[in-house]
Every structure is written in C-alpha cells, then in structure tokens.
C-alpha cells in the first residue's frame, strides 16, 4: 500500500469515526488540554488536529499561516509552538526531511477558526470548546468553594488534606514540565505516562479510576482521592523527575517507560498498604460541608 493512500484510508477511518460518535466523543477526537501560553496555563487544542476535524481542503501550513496573519492572532497570546522530542525551537518534526509546525492555540482561536469555516462540522466542534470552558470554570469555581469551606470551618485533617492535594498539584507541575523537557510527545503521550503510574499505584487507568470514584468524563480524580493516595502519586512524580535527569532520558517512549517502571517500583514495597482505588472505592477523607 502508497504512502498515500494509507494516509487517506487513515483520514476515512477517522471521518467514520466523527460521523458516528459527534461531538460527545470529541475528547478523544480533538483533544483539550493545558498549555502555557505566555505566562499563563490555558486550555488548548493542537492546530494540526483541529484542521483535520474541519476537513478543510487547503493545506495546514497554508490554512494556519493564513488565518494568524489575515485576523492576527498573536503568538504567546493566542497560540504557541509545541515542542516535541526535547527540541527547543518552533521547529517540532520533520516530513520527509522538511521542518513541521506544531501550534497549541487556545480555545477562542479554536472557535474563531471554527465559525470562520462557516460548516456544518465547524458549528459542532465550536459548539464542544464551548463545553470544554464551562466544564473548567465549573470546575476552578468548586475548588475556590472548597477551599474556602475548609478555610473556614474545615478540622486540622481537612486541612491536612488541602495541604497534600496543593503540594501535589504544584509536583504535578514540575512533573509536565520535566516529561516536556525530556521530550514526551504531550498529545501522545501524557495521558499513556499517567495511566502507566495509576495502573500499579491505584489498580487501573484513568477512565477506571473515575468508574470507581464515581466520577463523571470530566470529573478530578486527584480531588477525590485520599492523603495516602496523593502523597504516593506525588512521590512517584518527584522521583521520575530526578531519574529522567540523573539518568538523561529524552524521547517519547522513554519518558513513558520510565513512568512506568519507576511506579512499579514504589508500588511493589506497598502492597497490602496502600489501598487500590478500582477494586474497591476509596472512602473520601474530605467531609461534605454543612453550615448548621
């Protein structure tokens, strides 16, 4: 089989795909994620992916440099470059010998882009950024109410709770940006290197961590496990940090690997200790609170 025509029999494949799952599936479609553009984290979705989705005939290098000059989208505003492979240029792949572009644009680029394709598809992906926003305010909204609650009226162990989930969030953190610098591939990659530390840590991967938990699609499992629970999540995620340097591991494969191996091996001592999150539901350490 051409080169080609794998191309275009893996394009169909993917077409069939929308048809039959529309926007609810778009998640695994036109992924959403966090993005430091500028001096902020935002949630964007990869150019490449969404011109693909709007099935627009010119091609993506024409389409992009087109649309950021003529409504002049602003790099470190609306869109930044993604690196890939450890690379610290815009340059993020090669076709063939020739450089490739990745852009990570945010999602009013993404839905300006998407009304001026004026399609039918176009309406529909503009119509899930939009859900992707409310779902990420909604969600930033009931942090700040927990986080106020426990402030106010929360025990010493509330407290205590606040304070493991905060510290993880901020290794969280320094964990993304590690795998980025050594080289993990963030569309690819990032979801396969998390699923490779809950699956010995907690028992299963993300979507079976939410089952358990009782989560919905876009629910926070870190917001509902317990101090033990993070405080080995974060220990792992401090300890890949170091391997990748001492060691010097770059690329996407490797990053991924060494999550998983470096798990594997802070779960085998807590065995029997640490509880697994899928085969039985964790029993939450946060209250719900209740003004009397």
Not at 206 to 211: C, E, G, R, T
Not at 220 to 231: F, T, Y
């Amino acid at each position: 089989m051409s080169r080609k025509k794998f191309v275009r029999d893996k394009e169909e494949v993917l077409r069939e795909r929308f048809v039959k799952h529309g926007v609810g599936e778009f998640d695994e479609l036109v992924p959403v994620f966090m993005h430091k553009i500028g001096d902020q984290e935002v949630q964007c979705c990869d150019a490449r992916t969404l011109w693909q989705w709007l099935g627009t005939k010119t091609k993506f290098n024409d389409w992009i440099k087109r649309r950021i000059e003529e409504y002049t989208f602003i790099q470190e505003n609306d869109y930044s470059f993604l690196l890939k492979n450890g690379e610290n240029s815009e340059t993020t792949g090669t076709i063939r010998g020739r450089s490739q572009k990745n852009y990570a644009i945010t999602l009013d680029m993404s839905k300006q882009l998407c009304m001026l394709e004026n399609t039918d598809k176009g309406k529909q992906v503009r119509k899930y950024f939009i859900e992707c926003e409310k779902t990420h305010i909604a969600a930033q909204q009931r942090q700040v109410t927990l986080t106020a609650s426990i402030a106010e009226i929360g025990t010493f162990d509330d407290k205590n709770w606040l304070q493991v989930r905060f510290e993880g969030k901020e290794a969280r953190k320094e964990f993304v940006s590690a795998l980025a610098d050594h080289g993990l591939d963030y569309i690819s990659g990032c979801a396969k290197a998390t699923n490779d530390i809950y699956i010995p840590l907690f028992g299963g991967k993300a979507s079976d961590l939410k089952a358990a938990l009782g989560l919905a699609h876009y629910g926070s499992i870190r917001d509902n496990l317990s101090k033990v629970h993070l405080a080995a999540l974060r220990l792992v995620e401090l300890l890949i940090i170091e391997v990748l340097k001492q060691k010097q591991i770059y690329g996407n494969s490797e990053c991924i690997k060494t999550c998983g191996v470096t798990a594997q091996l802070v779960a085998k001592p807590l065995e029997g200790i640490l509880p697994k999150v899928v085969k039985q539901k964790i029993k939450k350490e946060r209250p719900s609170f209740k003004r009397v």
